[in-house]
């Protein structure tokens, strides 16, 4: 019988790592973890030495009788199998022991922080806040992060199966046609796939399915905990999904940059704000900004006009928004009021109950009732260069402006704004100085989900007034004004117009401009384009195709705010859509029919 040599390759590993563990117990880990894979080869290799030692000794044992060969081999499987048990087990082990380091190693908020805190081969852990959903594990290579594994906690592993199942909703709602990206803001449903897979394949977060570019937080209506509607403060770079009371759903809120001219926007105690028979207190009353108290503006004694003010600088033929929050009391009316600089005395006014009246050469002007007080609006065009534009919160009796106060009544307000522009953005609170939003910049850089060849896209939303140079509300492109395949819009009084624009390798092939749709309603497009052409729909209509053009879409970047050559595009996105396949214009018309 042939003798089995014994098989000693574990020992230099053996002591090797014991001398490691003496030296640096955290290297030790990382190397019996490496070393994990070499257990597995040497364990297959003892397995094939076991099948040819036993071949070999049965050709050998020929003559002998078969109970001595089954006996023999029996024996030299057995060891085989306890070699490879033991190789398991160590790789297992291995694997537990580097799940040890990770899991003993420091925590940071950063990849950064992590690095300047280890030294080269040390690992280190992040998480960016205490509620965060991942924790990811790095090791320090020379100083650059490389990333080991990521595990998700309690709340990231709910977090992934909520958006699963809103995904799945989401789906059964705005159908299944392959689109290997889908995103639906309203049910906050976001899934991608690839070609191969032939759909969207993986549930996901906003923020994972795009980069955010937003460098300052915002404000949005959202419904909060206890099911109350309020503007909350949406952090940097995260999208900014906003309730429409109209719609009665969500959409992404995407806007340009703006700034609130006026200061201390949610204190009206502040000497920037001028007092005419007025007195201004803080209050315990919630206000709809969250976490924010109205201010209370009372009226002395005297028989005159009653209120706030103050002055900001204005540009002749520029157009001004102008916002605030008011709450009228039982027998005092709250008056939003634009007097200097402006064609006529513009006013605004909230009755006790709940009646409006809107006089003055307003552009435009809404009030809107939330929780219990009004999101009052308008928009002005300047007739005059002044540094003495007036804002004004003021009281009124019935309709008189000018009365004998009771030193008792009074209304309540908070987040006053002004901006330039020719509609209202989001809230932008002040203190000692104007305070600049920063705009949404929101895309995608493109992996396998993405077809050159052949592909549509389905976009709806509901662009705003300020869309007057023609905004990008959807498109591909390489980041150059070389490869573009976009639609942009462009509000105008007369009605909105929608252009496809198509450049293929520096080759214009653009759709004359259409009029389509008219601003702050919904809007429905299509997109799809081929080898040969293209093609776009507007709310069910296809309205221009060409299939004279050639060359593939080349592509790095989806965009869903702006685009190269384009400008920042002011609304609401419901949903965007990513099929990597040609729509007929009968699928396009079904898809983006109102």
Sequence with gaps: MATVPEYTGFVPARNQAQDVFNTNMAQYFSYIANLAPSINTVAQEINGTAVTVAQTTAEETATRTATEVEAALTVYVNDASGYATDAANSATLASNLADATAANTATYTSVSAGLAATVDTNYFRVIEAPEATRVSVYRNDAGAATLITTYYTKTGVDAKQAAAVRLNRSLQRLGDHGQTLHSDFNLAAYGLGSQLFGGVQDAMDGEELFTVQRATSKYVLQHTDDGSLKYVEVPIDTIAREW???????????????????????????????????????????????????????????????????????????????????????????????????????????????????????????????????????????????????????????????????????????????EEGNSP??????????????????????????????????????????????????????????????????????????????????????ATPVFGFH????????????????????????????TDISGQVTATI????????????????????????????AQLQELTAL
Excluded at 560 to 580: C, M, R, V, W
């Design 558 to 585: 989806m965009h869903a705010s702006n685009a190269p050559g384009s400008s920042q595009y002011n609304g609401t996105t419901e949903y965007l859509k990513y099929i990597p396949t040609e729509l007929t214009a």
């Design 244 to 418: 429409n009371p109209e719609t009665g759903g969500y959409a992404a809120k995407i806007e340009g940059s703006a700034t609130n001219v006026l200061r201390w926007s949610q204190d009206f105690t502040n000497a920037a704000w001028i007092k005419a028979n007025v007195t201004a207190t803080t209050t315990s009353a919630a206000s709809p900004i969250t976490g924010i108290n109205y201010n209370r503006i009372t009226e002395n004694l005297l028989e005159s006009e009653h209120f706030i003010e103050q002055f900001f600088s204005t540009q002749i033929d520029t157009q001004y928004a102008f916002s605030c929050f008011l709450k009228p009391s039982a027998n005092r009316g709250a008056m939003l009021r634009s007097v200097i600089g402006f064609p006529e005395d513009g006013r605004i006014r909230v009755n006790p109950d709940g009646t409006t009246n809107i006089t003055g050469a307003w552009d435009s002007a809404s009030v809107t009732p939330i929780g219990d007080g009004y999101l009052v609006r308008g928009v002005r065009t300047a007739t005059e260069t002044r540094s003495d534009g007036l804002f004004r919160i003021q009281l009124a009796n019935g309709a008189s402006t000018v009365y004998l106060g009771d030193g008792e009544s009074y209304i309540e307000a908070i987040g006053a704004q002004v």
């Design 519 to 546: 601003a702050n309603e919904k809007l429905t497009l299509g997109l799809a384009y081929w080898l040969g052409g293209w093609r776009y729909s507007i709310n069910g209509v296809v309205v221009a195709e060409k």
């Design 425 to 510: 953005t989001s809230y932008i609170p002040t203190t000692d100085a104007p305070v600049t939003r920063a705009a949404d910049n929101v895309q995608r850089v493109l992996g396998g989900e993405f077809n050159p060849n052949e592909g549509t896209m389905i976009w709806s939303g509901y662009p705003s007034n300020d869309n007057t140079t023609g905004q990008v509300v959807f498109g591909l492109s390489d980041g150059t004004l070389n490869n573009r395949t976009l639609i942009r819009v462009q509000t105008l009084p007369s009605g909105g117009i929608v252009q496809l624009v198509s450049v293929r390798e520096g080759v214009i092939s653009s």
